[in-house]
């Protein structure tokens, strides 16, 4: 089993930027796909960005590219998201999520590990 703990959500100004921080334990993620996706109210969760744990060739949705940095320490078994430029429409529950193959889907039932979800809010 992999728990996954996601921290760093808050509220924040549009333009503004926030780290969200999603430690993984129970297990070595080494050869783990990990994701970031996000919920927003009344709608359903969407893809954000993934990448291998080896950092390489990470993926964006095209709402997110240019703006936000998926990346991970392996000695701290953590990946983060490096939000920048935010916008009111990227309100919503960020989830961090794993899976147990490193082919990068975008998929949310496609992970086997969620994170509970931190709140990230922009004001306008």
């Known amino acids: 089993q992999v728990q996954l703990v996601e921290s760093g959500g808050g509220l924040v100004q549009a333009g503004g930027s926030l780290r969200l921080s999603c430690a993984a334990s129970g297990r070595t993620v080494i050869n783990y796909q990990m994701g970031w996706f996000r919920q927003a109210p009344g709608k359903e969760r969407e893809f954000v960005a993934a990448?291998?744990?080896?950092?390489?060739?990470?993926y964006y949705a095209d709402s997110v590219k240019g703006r936000f940095t998926i990346s991970r320490d392996n000695a701290k078994n953590t990946v983060y998201l490096q939000m920048n430029s935010l916008k009111p429409e990227d309100t919503a529950v960020y989830y961090c999520?794993?899976?147990?193959?490193?082919?990068?889907?975008?998929?949310?039932?496609?992970?086997?590990?969620w994170g509970q979800g931190t709140q990230v809010t922009v004001s306008s």
């Open positions: 999520a794993a899976r147990t193959s490193s082919v990068l889907v975008t998929t949310a039932s496609e992970y086997n590990y």
């Open positions: 990448a291998r744990w080896s950092g390489n060739n990470p």
